[in-house]
């Protein structure tokens, strides 16, 4: 699944995972530069980016005015005349500025150029909710992109993932969205040294499991992985398929995992109407029908904004102890 | 406006009704007291009557079928009226309910059920339960659900399952010919009998008939044969005998010769006789084919064969099922008289005791003579008391003139 030359593992944050992606790719190749709000100076918002500047020079590690469509579109710009931007967006709700470059410009350069230009660009940054920011700043958009032909959309629940993922990402040659998640930069990890490949399209399996599937990406993997622990306890097994990449979706590991199973549980950090799991269901029941014991239930963010009030925020949050309550019910047994 | 006609209660017990025969096709003009239809009721056929005025605009269900009392089978309204509204059945749209986000703690589902959900004769089950039961040749209709509305999920099928695979294996392997038997579908009554029958003896509602039989003749018959016939091999038993005769009866008591197969009775063109051997540590029954075409020395050759490898335990399954009759013999463990217990889903077996050599009264006078008594045990489902007697007065009088055997 992955590919490696050194073997050796270091543990890592999440940030810094981010950050020796960035740096091996901007080694790797004079193309690849960094562009965004406080990417330089500051070392970004969230630090992902710290040590680059230092490194690489300002005309490769780039600060921009809080402009987001603009930058955006520099950087479409860029990537369509060779070079391999990275725009960071310190947030993906403030990306939503800019989704007219993502969504009209980006995805579609190649089809409407009829194949003569591409537009290699990864856009960054991350998504999600943290803590009581509220509902403007406490969104997750994967469902909003991955609707788009044209896009690929990544979003990595682990640091492996995240520096796998990401270099991946850089070396694609269509344009990516890729959502990181707020509340896991701080989170450690082993992650492989060096060159270390995630490709983009292919998810899984983080636990292995007998009784139930339980789908899920970014910040959900924990939780996912938090209630198979729950479940362990009471003897039901649970899988744990983490799709890593949203679009193209890996409906093969995901089929693979229910056919054995014959339960799912769906769990997404968005909300459910028109959400990445309202596809993943979709593709289960029509191409797995026969395998199916019970309904595929979903575990969502609820259907309002994100409240600020602590206690309300996170009640609306997805969880381990709702997983494990839809697993119940998916495997018929009492709550 | 157009109005449902109903299958109606017609008796004080009816449940359900076989629509025996349409007295109005569609387009038909009907009146209120019209005869409709000819319905079969458990005890009686009776009319099913209009109730309202108009013309019968569809006949849902074709004649011969069975259809539960206050069922749908006929809709009479006004020419051209749409009526799609009151066949369509269909429940009144549920309100839209989001995929809501989880409930904090979700009712839980019953975990135990009562049996299987139907709703409107669909069975409820998963998909996996679906796929599975096919696969593994189980009846969803037997199995209780323990899902939500009595859902029948993988779990229930692996309760039911080691329960209906033997079943599945008891199931005879021997492969009829076609048109080896003519399946008659149940009338109400005998539908009726079969039910309160079982209802108070058991599975199979058995009933005895006993006869005593004058084998004097039949006595002398087998010493000349086997006077006649060619060392030990070529001997032929009593067993072999009544093996013939019961075949020879059989063929003139079809009703006899029958299969109990729940929702018909299967009336057997073919006889084949099921003849019980002990074994070490039980017994099995070879089945004869065509008993009833082949000679005795073809019967008595064919018993020995079979009974030795059953001995051996070597028999195929082919071998020992699809009888359609059984002959169970303890005459030589002088036993005089015994009850045996039917081998569904055949409807018959009889009951052979020993000949016993005894002070008989003939023509008026004391004579020393040989009696054998022969029991009849009839699923009462299939055969009557008049019928399964009608049959033992022919077997009878075979082996009382054995001529009667090669006429």
């Known amino acids: 699944m992955c590919s490696r030359e050194g073997g050796d593992m270091a543990v890592l944050t999440y940030r810094d995972a981010l950050n020796a992606a960035l740096r091996e790719e901007m080694t790797r190749d004079d193309r690849v530069f960094l562009m965004g709000e406080e990417v330089a100076e500051y070392d970004g918002a969230y630090k992902v980016s710290r040590g680059l500047l230092k490194e690489f020079g300002p005309l490769r590690v780039v600060d921009t005015p809080i402009a987001e469509l603009g930058f955006a579109g520099i950087g479409v710009g860029a990537a369509m005349v060779g070079l391999r931007p990275i725009i960071e967006f310190m947030t993906w709700n403030f990306a939503l500025l800019a989704i007219d470059q993502v969504v009209n410009s980006a995805a579609k350069m190649r089809y409407m150029s009829g194949g003569q230009v591409g537009c290699p660009i990864v856009f960054r940054g991350p998504g999600g909710s943290a803590l009581q920011l509220s509902s403007q700043h406490s969104q997750a958009f994967e469902s909003w992109y991955a609707h788009i032909p044209g896009l690929k959309v990544v979003a990595p629940g682990t640091p492996a993932d995240a520096k796998g993922l990401l270099k991946s990402a850089?070396?694609?040659?269509?344009?990516?969205?890729?959502?990181?998640?707020?509340?896991?930069?701080?989170?450690?990890?082993?992650?492989?040294?060096?060159?270390?490949?995630?490709?983009?399209?292919?998810a899984d399996v983080k636990r292995a499991g007998t009784d139930v599937t339980l789908v899920c990406h970014s910040k959900t993997v924990t939780v996912a992985l938090k209630a198979a622990d729950q479940l362990a306890e009471e003897g039901i097994s649970a899988e744990v398929v983490d799709l890593r990449t949203i679009r193209p979706l890996d409906t093969e590991t995901v089929l693979n995992s229910v056919g054995r199973t014959h339960r799912c549980v769906v769990v997404e950090e968005g909300w459910a109407f028109a959400g990445v799991g309202a596809q993943v269901v979709d593709e289960i029941q029509r191409r797995a029908f026969d395998e199916l014991d019970a309904p595929v239930l979903r575990v969502t963010a609820a259907d309002v904004p994100m409240p600020y009030n602590k206690l309300l925020e996170r009640a609306a949050?997805?969880?381990?102890?709702?997983?494990?309550?839809?697993?119940?019910?998916?495997?018929?047994?009492?709550? | 406006m157009a109005s449902k006609v109903l299958m109606e209660a017609l008796s004080p017990t009816m449940e359900e009704g076989r629509l025996v025969e349409w007295k109005k096709k569609e387009g038909d003009p009907i009146r209120p007291g019209d005869v409709i239809a000819e319905v079969e009721t458990d005890k009686a056929v009776m009319e099913l009557v209009a109730r309202a005025e108009g013309v019968l605009l569809k006949q849902l269900v074709p004649a011969g079928s069975t259809v539960a009392v206050a069922k749908l089978v006929g809709v009479i309204g006004q020419p051209g009226e749409d009526i799609s509204a009151l066949l369509g059945g269909t429940p009144a749209p549920k309100p839209a309910t989001t995929p809501a986000?989880?409930?904090?703690?979700?009712?839980?589902?019953?975990?135990?059920?009562?049996?299987?959900?139907?709703?409107?004769?669909?069975?409820?089950?998963?998909?996996?339960?679906?796929?599975?039961?096919?696969?593994?040749?189980?009846?969803?209709?037997?199995?209780?659900?323990?899902?939500?509305?009595?859902?029948?999920?993988?779990?229930?099928?692996?309760?039911?399952?080691?329960?209906?695979v033997a079943a599945a294996a008891a199931a005879p392997a021997f492969t009829a010919a076609a048109g080896a038997f003519q399946d008659v579908p149940l009338s109400q009554l005998r539908k009726t009998i079969a039910k309160r029958l079982a209802q108070?003896?058991?599975?199979?509602?058995?009933?005895?008939?006993?006869?005593?039989?004058?084998?004097?003749?039949?006595?002398?018959?087998?010493?000349?044969?086997?006077?006649?016939?060619?060392?030990?091999?070529?001997?032929?038993?009593?067993?072999?005998?009544?093996?013939?005769?019961?075949?020879?009866?059989?063929?003139?008591?079809?009703?006899?010769?029958?299969?109990?197969?729940?929702?018909?009775?299967?009336?057997?063109?073919?006889?084949?006789?099921?003849?019980a051997v002990a074994v070490d540590d039980g017994?099995?029954?070879?089945?004869?084919?065509?008993?009833?075409?082949?000679?005795?020395?073809?019967?008595?050759?064919?018993?020995?064969?079979?009974?030795?490898?059953?001995?051996?335990?070597?028999?195929?399954?082919?071998?020992?099922?699809?009888?359609?009759?059984?002959?169970?013999?303890?005459?030589?463990?002088?036993?005089?008289?015994?009850?045996?217990i039917i081998n569904p889903p055949e409807a018959g077996i009889l009951a052979v005791g020993s000949i016993m050599e005894r002070a008989v009264v003939k023509d008026g006078a004391l004579v020393p003579g040989r009696r054998l008594r022969l029991t009849m045990s009839c699923d009462h489902r299939v055969i009557d008391g008049a019928t399964g007697a009608g049959f033992l007065r022919t077997l009878k009088g075979m082996l009382e003139n054995p001529l009667a055997l090669v006429y």
Request: glycine share 8%; charged share 30%.
């Open chain 1, 170 to 202: 850089i070396r694609d040659d269509d344009p990516i969205v890729f959502i990181e998640g707020e509340m896991l930069y701080n989170v450690k990890g082993e992650v492989p040294e060096g060159e270390h490949l995630v490709p983009i399209g292919k």
């Open chain 1, 317 to 335: 949050k997805a969880d381990p102890a709702k997983v494990v309550a839809a697993v119940k019910r998916v495997l018929y047994l009492p709550g």
């Open chain 2, 101 to 164: 986000p989880l409930p904090p703690s979700p009712a839980a589902p019953p975990t135990t059920g009562p049996p299987a959900a139907r709703t409107e004769g669909r069975t409820k089950a998963s998909p996996l339960a679906r796929k599975v039961a096919r696969e593994r040749g189980l009846d969803l209709g037997a199995v209780a659900g323990s899902g939500p509305e009595g859902r029948i999920v993988l779990r229930d099928l692996d309760q039911a399952g080691a329960a209906s």
């Open chain 2, 200 to 275: 108070s003896i058991g599975p199979v509602p058995t009933f005895y008939l006993t006869t005593e039989v004058d084998m004097d003749r039949t006595w002398e018959a087998r010493e000349e044969l086997n006077r006649r016939g060619s060392g030990d091999a070529g001997k032929v038993s009593f067993n072999d005998i009544i093996i013939k005769a019961t075949a020879a009866a059989l063929k003139a008591h079809p009703a006899c010769n029958a299969w109990w197969q729940d929702d018909r009775i299967r009336y057997w063109h073919e006889v084949h006789l099921s003849v």
């Open chain 2, 283 to 340: 017994l099995i029954t070879p089945v004869v084919r065509h008993a009833d075409r082949k000679s005795l020395r073809d019967i008595s050759a064919e018993v020995k064969e079979l009974a030795g490898r059953a001995r051996e335990r070597r028999l195929k399954p082919e071998e020992y099922t699809g009888g359609t009759f059984s002959v169970s013999n303890l005459g030589m463990f002088d036993i005089d008289q015994f009850t045996a």
